[in-house]
């Protein structure tokens, strides 16, 4: 079973809101990630956990908030977001951060994402 | 710095003429590089990894193979539900996790 699982499937806030997008795996993968993408782009990665750890935080804005409550769970915390972070939210998982392994545990499995919208 | 190209940027299909999706790439030191078939408003489906120059992986209409500086998908006799963005990316001896990512081609399949 390769299936990394995402709620909600749409969400509309507004600028003050908070809200948290869910994702979770159940393979035993140490290595979670955060995903942006816009219409017609590649996904643009935003945070790596390794471990339960955050590896890479690639100059996220502070209104994301990432946690990972254990293993098998990472949330995104989102704050105070403006129209242009309205995007596809993708959570991804592989085995194996780093070079723990070879390239197969390089492999990310995706979730089917968060339609995002900010009004 | 690792680059992925990919082309053609968009491509439509006849139902069963077969073609071949291309995607070059410079990479200090592979260590996979990754198919994906995405439809619109979804997460990224795995299709493949490759290794190593010289490999090659199928399945159904489709199958990968790999030199050292690029990737093709080639799809045999494309059926209209084959339509989607298929996406290549590829992660490098840095350790960090990233994927890098193509921009992807759109392939339409017409009945």
């Known amino acids: 079973d390769t299936e990394v699982t995402q709620t909600p499937k749409h969400l509309v806030m507004g600028m003050t809101n908070k809200k948290s997008l869910k994702c979770e795996q159940h393979?035993?993968?140490?290595?979670m990630y955060w995903y942006k993408q816009k219409a017609k782009k590649p996904p643009e990665l935003m945070f790596v956990?390794?471990?339960?750890?955050?590896?890479i935080n690639e100059s996220v804005p502070s209104r994301f908030s990432p946690e990972c409550p254990n293993s098998s769970l990472l949330n995104l915390h989102l704050h105070a977001l403006q129209p242009e972070d309205s995007a596809l939210y993708l959570c991804?998982?592989?085995?194996?951060?780093?070079?723990?392994?070879?390239?197969?545990?390089?492999?990310?499995?995706f979730g089917p994402g968060t339609r995002l919208t900010v009004l | 710095e690792d680059q992925v190209t990919q082309s053609p940027e968009a491509l439509r299909l006849q139902e069963g003429e077969s073609s071949s999706l291309n995607c070059s790439y410079t990479?200090?030191?592979?260590?996979?590089l990754f198919w994906y078939r995405q439809d619109p408003g979804k997460g990224p489906e795995f299709l493949f990894t490759?290794?190593?120059a010289g490999e090659e992986k199928e399945k159904e209409r489709l199958k990968a193979t790999l030199t050292k500086k690029e990737s093709f998908l080639h799809i045999t006799a494309p059926k209209p539900e084959d339509s989607a963005t298929y996406l290549c990316?590829?992660?490098?001896?840095?350790?960090?996790?990233?994927?890098?990512f193509g921009t992807g081609t759109r392939l339409t399949v017409i009945p």
């Open positions: 490759l290794y190593s």
């Open positions: 393979m035993g993968h140490r290595a």
């Open positions: 956990y390794s471990y339960e750890k955050l590896s």
């Open positions: 990479v200090s030191g592979l260590r996979g």
């Open positions: 990316a590829l992660s490098d001896q840095t350790g960090a996790n990233n994927l890098f």
């Open positions: 991804a998982s592989s085995q194996e951060p780093g070079l723990a392994g070879d390239g197969s545990t390089d492999t990310q499995y």
